[in-house]
């Protein structure tokens, strides 16, 4: 049986609020980052998970140690207590978050090539045309 498990950190990222979406599905880690602007009142971090979390983009998978969760609420309790008062985010997390940005880099360097290649190829359309023009003529 495949087992997932989906964590939400919320914390402030000078000068905006940030969350941290942390999903664990067959012993890889994925993470979306997601910037929330203002502090975020509970009934829309709600929305924001029920409505946009099938849009968010997630990194890469990263190989990570999966922990059972102790049995114990009173532990739970505790360490849910501990979660809220730590901030930041996890190493692998900020290594997963770091290999999407390095992603989007190169996937926006290479729109950005073909649209320079693109224009470029207009540019010299538009002079082959034109000095087309000015022989037409004579």
Known sequence: ?????????????EPFWVGVFERVSDGKLTVCKT???????????????????????FSPAVETVIRKSAVNPKRRQRDAGKLLQSTGIGTK???ALQLQREEMKTERRQ??????????????????QKRKEKHRGH
């Not at 049986?1 to 990222?13: A, G, N, Y």
């Not at 910037?35 to 983009?57: C, H, M, N, R, S």
């Not at 073909?114 to 470029?120: G, L, M, N, P, V």
């Open 35 to 57: 910037t929330f602007g203002a502090e975020p009142k509970d009934y829309e971090v709600q929305d924001q998970i029920l409505d946009q979390f099938y849009k968010l983009k």
């Open 111 to 128: 729109i950005s090539k073909e649209q320079k290649e693109a224009e470029k190829q207009r540019q010299f359309g538009l002079k082959r």
């Open 1 to 13: 049986m495949d087992r997932t498990s989906i964590k939400l950190t919320v914390f402030f990222e």
């Open 93 to 95: 997390s900020q290594q």
